[in-house]
């Protein structure tokens, strides 16, 4: 069955756009990509004294199942360099899924919808272009709505 998933991409370690785009690459190879924020350059949140991020998100309709695209996720990561050794630390890439159609998954290996999309900006801005009227699907609000809660903060520049 065709899901819709909506997966963030993140990168504050070497070219990052050339990481953010080797990562694409690799993503359509997991479905139809069916849609692509523009990239957006932001704060790093929780562990600050890091690089700046750069950060989109894209729309994937695929076959697989929510388990089977995290694993292919956590492979595309292993594959262009990410190592786990510090949680929230710089990293070459960083994927996640944020939205899988409207489902709800809470599992020792996957939480989706992703536990903190609601409160992060450099998720939000780069969603609300693509989707702005997905509904997350366990606060019943849309992106856009979300986007419009969050407070002051988390400095967020379109940059392409």
């Not at 997991?30 to 989109?56: K, M």
């Not at 894209?58 to 076959?63: G, P, Q, R, S, V």
């Not at 992106?143 to 940059?159: H, I, K, S, Y």
Request: charged share 20%; with cysteine.
């Amino acid at each position: 069955m065709l899901r819709l998933a909506y997966i963030s991409l993140g990168s504050n370690l070497g070219d990052r756009a050339s990481n953010l785009e080797h990562a694409i690459g690799k993503l359509a190879s997991l479905g139809r990509i069916v849609a692509h924020s523009s990239i957006y350059e932001t704060e790093p949140v929780d562990v600050t004294s890091q690089p700046w991020f750069l950060n989109c998100v894209i729309a994937l309709d695929t076959e697989l199942a929510a388990s089977e695209l995290l694993s292919n996720l956590l492979s595309i990561e292993q594959a262009m360099g990410r190592i786990r050794s510090i949680p929230k630390s710089a990293r070459i890439i960083d994927l996640d899924i944020l939205l899988y159609g409207d489902s709800v998954i809470d599992t020792a290996d996957l939480t989706v919808p992703h536990t903190a999309m609601h409160s992060r900006r450099f998720v939000l801005a780069p969603l609300n272009e693509i989707a702005p009227d997905a509904v997350h699907p366990l606060r019943h609000k849309t992106v856009a709505q979300l986007l419009a809660e969050l407070p002051e903060g988390q400095a967020v520049q379109r940059v392409g």
